[in-house]
């Protein structure tokens, strides 16, 4: 189900007056609307001391800034505390004056004395003693011809205006780095100073400025109050440019208030004076920001036609500021109409005329446009990249409110992704800034998208409490948008609860707000959600109905994952009515727009994007499977499980025969039966798929090396004990041969789903696993216990010891089967390529590491601080090695010798890798957030520059020969478990090129490891080949160590040649 999240718009225009920000390259903002002047008391004082007097000309081959307005330097030399006014006239252009320090850095710039005087004039009062710079500028780039600078010493009025500009000034700059606060305090003192000196200008200043920070700060009705009494002043004294801006700012408030009609009406006036006056850079920006307003009314062909507009004039008078803000709503509208690709042509536009005219601010503004398209492209890996930059760009310009937005966007590509805990991680950095900077609007959005993180990890309770905050919030500052989103919010958590009809009454009142302010993406949210309702009250015609509507919706704004999750609720409406001829064209779309959207994504991304698509292909499998068409559904359940552990594996592979490389064509398909057949017939191995549907229904497929397939469906849904969610774990450390300290097994133990417990071996648990799991397979099963069966599970069933499954008359299933384990069954065929590529196995070039000098870890204690723990010694695991290694005539690595940097250097050439140590099953250094993604590390010795804890992902990424991998360590079989299996240790190794991996399910004690790895390897001796040798050795440690949490532990993922 898809939820409303309110994103942040990256290119409104926010009116600033008064002075404004110039980089050091000494470009200037242009357009007066933007820029406008607190009017100066009084003209010169002809009896004031004259310090520097000076003519001089403006021509051609004189300096100029960024926007092409040719300027003149003169120096000036002062001491701190030190006024002096400066007075810039000329008949022949628009003069404007910048008074910048030694290095460059603006302290004060003035345009007009006043709306009829374009002659310049400027008070300061010197910081600290030295030389500071005057610019003799012109207002624009057509500016020539002659000019009058004249210095003199500052009058007592000419003083208390600077301190006045000096504090409005103040203001600007702290408003531009988020600290609204600060800035607010500072506008409020200009206020008071420009009161006192009777300065109407000046004062309406002040508070339109202040009104500006109440709108940064979501306080849009004490915005509303302030700017009124702005305009009134403009209005009185006939300062038109300056009324002009007030009004556009009140168009912003009701904008940000939901009150649209009333919004556009201030920008028509605003609009109205800027031609009077002829002040076309301002006619761009209002026509800018009044699309916004049909932006939000969902009328997006009048918003172009107005950003259309806005772009001409600013392309006519050379203003790149404007043309920068059209672009960036051209791209906004476009998006909304689901044309992204052209979005992203004028976010790229953008880009490149920010970067061309050194404008920061604006490179970042389209960095983050181009995230938020990327991101609605399901181009995943892309927004994240932008989204990056944009939050590297926006911390190194201490940008704080677009820092926050950086991490909320962040926050939304990775909750699209499934990665619930990171993106709440991230919504609370949104959250934290907000709440530093008094950013209300940003505070309740950020509370809404936790509500939503919470929600989709079943934490229900959380949800509704960050809802409701947000609520109020959105209540307090008349976000209406806002407020109908957590609503809805709430609305799902009570329908997850079970109390439908409150969750449809709230929906109904999101849904009302939506239509009313035109929010035509949380109308989509509403219909959907009902119909989520509905259908969870079974009545299906009804769900149908709403989901009809919002699949239209989807694709009118051209929603592709929204498109595809409507297209999977009418699919599962439609199996509830047993209408499997409407259902399953409707799935079918679904997944091809879910294969569209993996294209070019990372495999973490991809592995999480895998797990949120799934339920797609369970409800087309169970479709097919319900109209008699097993095999199909077959190829379904396949296309669903490993396909990024498959698509990287297969890059690894080059040899791959021509006729496999086709089928393995892993961005169009998975195999088909013909190639699941032949899979199974090249390895001679029986494959058993499982496939569990809703915690409800389990299916099993059985393909035999003939080419038959067998296929058993269970139904757990009318039965009150449902087995498939009821595995329970053993209990003891879950570190080999040692107990750790309480915040190490919490760390080892924690995991993403609760079904991860270790699988009990009571007898009588193992019993009921075999009657679920093999005996409605039994008869379809190999007789003779040398034939190879691959058992292909999902979900919790990957921690299944299958080994240790009993019969009815105790038989354990090993006693009958030579066992192994793969992901899917294209990683299984591909694992046996691997080994047929590699030379036979060999008991040579053994790298065998045992028991090495314990590194230290980092583990998060209770109340979040991070604390180093050192790891245990494991004596018998250096006994193991060093019997392994005396049998296999080598060297083993043990205590100081067992270093990650010497083994990282052997890895690459062994032929057979044997690790006896601590295996980390969740390990990921906290500090970091890329390590965790592939959990899992092994302990081995620190130093020359390693930590000793040799991760999934270092593993990841190395290129290795071996033919077998053994991790004699506890719980190195497990991992995060994923659409994609089982993301960990095992998984890294056969990326990396180790065709068959042997792993444990649990803490294995140390004397039994010890005896079952020797007799693996004498059988590898005597010629069996890796499955058949570790069944040998589990019958023999069997026989003297009974109990099967001795010997039933290790599992071989993989190929068993």
């Known amino acids: 189900m898809k939820q ?10 926010n009116f600033l007056l008064s002075s404004a920000s110039i980089e050091p390259s000494f470009s200037k903002a242009t357009g007066k609307m933007r820029r406008i002047e607190a009017a100066q008391s009084k003209q010169t004082d ?8 000076v003519e001089g000309v403006l021509e051609e081959g004189d300096a100029a800034l960024s926007d092409g307005s040719l300027y003149d330097v003169y120096e000036v030399e002062g001491q701190a505390g030190q006024s002096i006014t400066i007075h ?19 302290i004060d710039e003035s345009d007009d004395v006043s709306n009829q005087n374009t002659n310049s004039q400027l008070s300061v009062i010197f910081a600290n003693d030295g030389v500071y710079k005057i610019l003799a500028n012109s207002y624009d780039n057509t500016g020539r011809g002659r000019y009058q600078l004249r210095v003199t010493e500052a009058s007592q009025s000419e003083i208390n205006l600077a301190e006045a500009h000096r504090f409005l000034n103040q203001g600007l700059q702290q408003d531009y780095s988020s600290q609204y606060q600060e800035a607010l305090q500072s506008f409020q003192q200009a206020l008071a100073l420009y009161q006192n000196i009777d300065d109407q200008r000046g004062e309406a200043v002040s508070l339109s400025n202040i009104g500006g920070i109440y709108l940064s700060l979501g306080q849009y009705e004490r915005s509303i109050e302030f700017l009124q009494q702005a305009s009134a002043i403009d209005h009185a004294i006939g300062y038109l440019p300056g009324e002009a801006v007030t009004l556009g700012r009140l168009g912003l408030a009701y904008e940000s208030l939901g009150r649209y009609e009333r919004a556009i009406e201030f920008y028509q006036q605003a609009l109205k004076i800027t031609r009077e006056i002829n002040d076309r850079s301002s006619q761009a920006s209002i026509l800018s920001n009044m699309s916004l307003v049909y932006h939000s009314l969902s009328q997006f062909d009048r918003a172009i036609e107005l950003q259309q507009q806005a772009l001409s004039i600013a392309h006519e008078i050379g203003d790149h500021l404007s043309e920068l803000n059209a672009l960036g709503n051209l791209g906004l509208s476009y998006a909304s109409l689901g044309q992204y690709g052209r979005a992203i042509d004028f976010h790229l536009k953008a880009l490149t005329i920010a970067i061309e005219i050194n404008n920061f601010s604006a490179e970042t503004t389209a960095l983050g446009n181009l995230g938020l398209n990327y991101h609605s492209l399901g181009r995943y890996e892309s927004a994240i990249d932008y989204l990056q930059q944009f939050l590297n760009n926006a911390q190194r310009i201490g940008d704080r409110q677009r820092e926050a937005n950086a991490f909320s966007s962040l926050g939304i590509v990775y909750r699209s992704l499934g990665q619930y805990d990171q993106a709440i991680d991230l919504f609370q950095k949104y959250l934290s800034i907000t709440r530093e900077i008094g950013d209300r609007q940003g505070v309740a959005t950020a509370l809404s998208n936790i509500g939503f993180s919470h929600y989709y990890l079943n934490q229900y309770a959380l949800s509704i409490d960050a809802h409701n905050q947000s609520i109020e919030i959105a209540r307090t500052i008349g976000d209406r948008q806002g407020e109908a989103s957590s609503l809805g919010g709430i609305a799902i958590a009570y329908s997850a609860l079970g109390q439908h009809q409150k969750s449809i009454e709230l929906h109904q009142q999101a849904l009302t707000t939506a239509r009313e302010i035109g929010d035509r993406q949380g109308v989509l949210n509403n219909l959907a959600n009902i119909g989520n309702t509905y259908l969870a009250l079974e009545e299906f015609e009804r769900a149908i109905e709403f989901y009809q509507q919002s699949l239209v919706m989807t694709r009118e704004i051209g929603d592709r994952s929204g498109e595809a999750i409507a297209l999977t609720n009418l699919g599962i409406a439609y199996v509830s009515l047993s209408d499997f001829g409407e259902a399953e064209p409707l799935l079918r779309q679904a997944i091809e727009i879910h294969e569209d959207l993996r294209a070019n994504l990372s495999d973490n991304q991809l ?8 339920g797609t292909f369970a409800v087309l499998e169970l479709a097919i499977s319900l109209q008699g068409r097993p095999n199909e559904a077959l190829e379904v359940a396949e296309q669903s499980r490993a396909r990024a552990f498959a698509l990287q594996l297969a890059k690894r592979l080059p040899n791959l025969s021509e006729s496999r490389s086709s089928e393995n064509n892993l961005n169009s398909a998975a195999p088909t039966i013909a190639g699941i057949q032949k899979i199974a017939y090249e390895a001679n191995t029986t494959l058993v798929t499982y496939s569990t549907i809703g915690n409800q229904i389990l299916h099993i497929w059985v393909i035999r090396p003939s080419g038959n397939i067998g296929f058993r469906s269970i139904d757990f849904s ?19 041969g040692a107990e750790e300290p309480s915040e190490l097994s919490n760390l080892v133990a924690e995991t993403r789903s609760a079904s991860l417990n270790v699988i009990s071996t009571e007898t009588e648990q193992l019993k009921e696993l075999h009657q679920i799991l093999i005996d409605p397979i039994a008869d379809l099963l190999p007789t003779d216990p040398a034939d190879k069966v691959a058992f292909i599970p999902q979900g919790s069933l990957f921690l299944v010891p299958f080994a240790a499954l009993q019969d009815e008359e105790g038989t354990y299933l090993v006693e009958k089967h030579t066992i192994l384990t793969a992901p899917s069954i294209q990683v299984f065929g591909l694992a046996h390529d691997a080994a047929q590529a590699q030379s036979a196995l060999s008991t040579d070039d053994a790298l065998i590491v045992g028991n090495p000098v314990m590194p230290e870890i980092t583990v998060p204690t209770d109340s979040g601080e991070l604390s180093q723990i050192q790891l245990a010694s494991l004596p018998g695991a250096g006994e193991e090695a060093k019997a392994i290694a ?18 990282k250097q052997l890895l690459p050439s062994a032929g057979i890798i044997h690790l006896a140590t601590h295996g980390l099953l969740d390990y990921g250094d906290p500090k970091t957030s890329g390590v965790r993604d592939l959990p899992g590390a092994v302990a081995l010795a620190p ?8 991760t999934s992902a270092e593993i990841y990424d190395m290129n290795l020969q071996a033919n077998l991998a053994i991790l004699s360590a506890c719980d190195t079989g497990r991992g995060r478990i994923t659409g994609d299996g089982v993301v960990g240790l095992s998984r890294s190794l056969i990326t990396a090129g180790v065709p068959s991996v042997i792993v444990s399910l649990w803490s294995v004690p140390d004397a039994p490891t010890a005896e079952l790895m020797t007799e693996f ?35 071989l993922i993989g190929n068993g040649l």
């Open 4 to 13: 409303a999240v309110m994103l942040f718009s990256l290119v409104a225009v």
């Open 46 to 53: 002809e009896s004031a001391t004259v310090l520097l007097e």
């Open 88 to 106: 810039l006239e000329s008949e022949a252009f628009d003069t404007y004056v910048l008074f910048m320090n030694t290095n460059g850095e603006l």
């Open 607 to 614: 592995i999480s994007l895998l797990d949120v698509q799934f």
């Open 718 to 736: 009318s039965s009150d004990y449902n087995p498939i969610t009821t595995l329970s774990g053993i209990d003891g450390p879950l570190y080999r």
């Open 886 to 903: 005396q049998f296999l005539n080598t060297q083993p690595l043990t205590g100081n010798e067992a270093t990650e940097a010497r083994v």
């Open 943 to 950: 130093g020359s520059g390693e930590d000793g804890l040799l």
């Open 1017 to 1051: 390897y004498r059988q590898l001796r005597e010629g069996q080949d890796k499955a058949q040798a570790l069944r040998q050795a589990m019958l023999a440690t069997m026989a003297e160590h009974p109990n099967p949490r001795d010997w039933a532990a290790f599992t």
